[in-house]
């Protein structure tokens, strides 16, 4: 049990790092538009949270050559890694371009709702500047999943420690005018966002073209024309991946838009509790990877009684890992409320919000920990179905009742509903899966 626990530490740590890293991008730009005034920042969330969506549904349609990729390691297929691999770029550059499109046009849900109509613009114009970076966000998660798949998680870390800096710099001078430069505010925040996207897929790039752990796969010999075979199959993973990132995702930005109807003082406290809870998030989302990639490398060497334990094992470890911030969160939520702004009107909503999403994070780790070891199964269509009924048949209406009724906290005990059951199916989902292909392997041996 502990050396599983050594294992999975050695690959989730980086990846914890890396997104904890990534995720500080928009982090910081959200702080630096705290001291611009409440509507800006309320649109820098609102975009961002509008790129997470479009990110994530990129991400889920790419996501099952993660697992694909850690079976073929498993039962030591090289050449079929090489394959899936060269693959899975004809998918980014399709995705990343249909990205692209989507981006430039989901906006216009804010006007269908009633959004705060002093911010629906300076979202609109954040979400068209940060669509060019789609196509290389794209091929840059390719090359992240084979990484992670083949347990090497480090050389995402260190690109995002020479990125961050950078992008602090260049949010620093576009946001606030300084060297010279004109002030941009939230045009400034998502030139620098993009650009820091894709400079990361350039740098991954390198490494992978250049490093001798995987010139020696030869994954860029011999590029094949598109091989709808393959292509299929990893749709076939990646489309209910992508629904159920999707679906979650939107449950969230659905609350965006309600809170929005409470007007950009709600909606300012919301994104600020909201950013301070996906940082945290982020702990979970590494472990989660991690669990993906060791439960599919022991389904592809068919070792059930591992998949089990490492499966329980991550579950487990992201739980314990969000405790810490449950409690800081409890204890001071003043504190974090004043990182993000001054204004004692979003601050005052904010601190009432982060009581409830103290609740909320509590589910995290069991919640991500859950659905990676299930996909690391492949057993995709199972979180899909479960987001499906814990987001939107429960969760939505819970929230959009209580909101009616209490207020933007009210939203916040909905959301609560949404994520606590969704984990708690999640991990009963793979209790039932994982025992029966263990006492499957058992009776075949």
Known sequence: MWSELAGLLRLGVPIIFTQLLQVSQGTIAIIMMGRVGSRELAAVGLGTSFWVFVWLGSMGLLMGLSPTIAQHQGAGRHLEMRRDFQQGLWMALVIGMLALVLMRNIGGVMDLVGVDSQVIPLVKSYLRIGSWSMPAVCVYLVMRFFCEATGNSRPMMAIQILVLPIVVLGNWVLIYGNLGFPALGVDGAALTFAGGMILAAILLSGYML??????????FDGLTFPVFARLGALFRLGVP???????DSAFFNAINLLMGRFGHVALAAHQLVINFATVIFMVAVGISSAVMARVGQ?????NMAEVRLRGWIGIATATVLMLPSVLFMTMFPGIIASIYTSEPEVTDIAVSLLMVAAL???FDGLYMAGAGALRGLKDVNAVMWISVLAYWVVGFPVAWILGVNWGPTGLWYGMVVGIGLTAILLGWRFELKSRKLLASHVYCS
């Open 210 to 219: 250049f490093t001798p752990k995987y010139r020696d796969l030869g994954l």
């Open 241 to 247: 991946i992508s629904i159920s990132l999707v679906l």
């Open 298 to 302: 022991s389904v592809g060497s068919g």
């Open 360 to 362: 909320f994070q509590l």
